[in-house]
């Protein structure tokens, strides 16, 4: 489709941003939808973020995404940042409207609706157990309160980054040591892997599924590889699993939606052409 001075733009701010797949998701929508706009990657260093940010304005842009290494530092450069944002304490969506810019994140939104596609197993009313401490789990921890879970369990590596973690973020997290499979993993409907472990090229994820319901919901929110060793063993066992390409297309959908005015929809054929990137 040729684009002209009507054409609705966006992008994703990143450094370095030549490995993201979002301009192969947002591309295969304005495909889908036959929209006259384009999604580009923006390479962005550090230092140009500021100057970055104000050029969305000046060349309307009507947003972009936002990701590393400028997710927590983009949100001081917004005009308004969502309460949700401001919770998990980075933003990975702008929005330009009347010449300012919004902050939101939408890692939750897309986490969530990821779990949704096997709602048939997981239950909110359950425990649920999140491994790891970093800006993912940040975004997921939100995410569970937000949905009604009333009791999570945190295991990471270093405790003390957990308990910081919980504290901040209030009732309903109970931290526990790592390697305490048995009592953290007990009566669970849920366990969430938000750590590197597992993912190609870093250590695997040592785990102990003994005292894991066969009926909980694994997720690992890596998506290289697919099927991580943790899901493999997971399915082995006969758990439900979600693997964690659906919350990096479910998270684009609030931005799509808001730049292009469609609002798009995850499909196999959407999968296919990411994982194909």
Known sequence: MTLDGEARLAGVLGWPIAHSRSPRLHGHWLAQYRIKGAYVPLAVHPDDLERAVEGLVALGFRGANVTLPHKERVAALCDRVSERARRIGAVNTLVVRDGRVEGDNSDGFGFIENLKEREDAWEPTRPAVVLGAGGAARAILVALLEAGVREIRLLNRTRARAEALAEELGRNIRVLDWGTWDDALGETGLLVNTTSLGMSGQPP???????????????????????????????????????????????????????FGV???????????????
């Open 205 to 259: 994820l040592e785990i102990d599924l003994r005292a894991l319901p066969a009926s909980a919901l694994v997720n690992d929110i890596v998506y290289v590889p697919l099927e991580t060793p943790l899901l493999a063993a997971a399915r082995a066992r006969g758990n439900p699993a979600v693997d964690g390409l659906g919350m990096l297309l479910h998270q684009a959908r609030p931005g799509f939606e808001a730049w």
């Open 263 to 277: 609002a798009p929809q995850v499909t196999p054929a959407l999968r296919q052409a990411v994982l194909e990137a």
